[in-house]
């Protein structure tokens, strides 16, 4: 698990469901901490940012990208909709699991 003052969204559980009369009946479910909303949907509501609402964005976001990278890793899926809003002026990286150890 990560310190938690890092700006990483943690994986709360991994189960697999299984039911047998689906197509597909193997389920993998990833449970994450509960965000308010992500960056996109703030872009598609407000359309536009000043720079002390936009700077919580970008230092959490630099430092959970900083963070993946001294371990080694790259998100390689950085986009609005993996920036998640956890408080007023917090955010965090979502969907790291595409990210590839270097």
């Known amino acids: 698990m990560f310190p938690e003052n890092v700006p990483l969204i943690p994986l709360e559980d991994i189960f697999i469901e299984y039911k047998p009369s689906e197509a597909y009946p193997y389920t993998l479910n990833i449970i994450m901490k509960l965000a308010e ?7 598609k509501e407000s359309r536009s940012m000043t720079f002390r ?3 919580p964005v970008f230092k959490d976001g630099i430092f959970g990208l900083t963070y993946m990278h001294i371990y080694n890793i ?11 809003k956890m408080t007023k002026d917090k955010f965090a990286l979502a969907d790291y699991g595409i990210g590839i150890n270097l």
Do not use: S
């Not at 909303?37 to 872009?43: A, V």
């Not at 790259?74 to 998640?84: C, L, T, V």
């Open 37 to 43: 909303t992500d960056l996109k949907q703030i872009i």
């Open 53 to 55: 609402e936009f700077f």
């Open 74 to 84: 790259a998100h390689r899926d950085i986009k609005p909709g993996n920036i998640m």
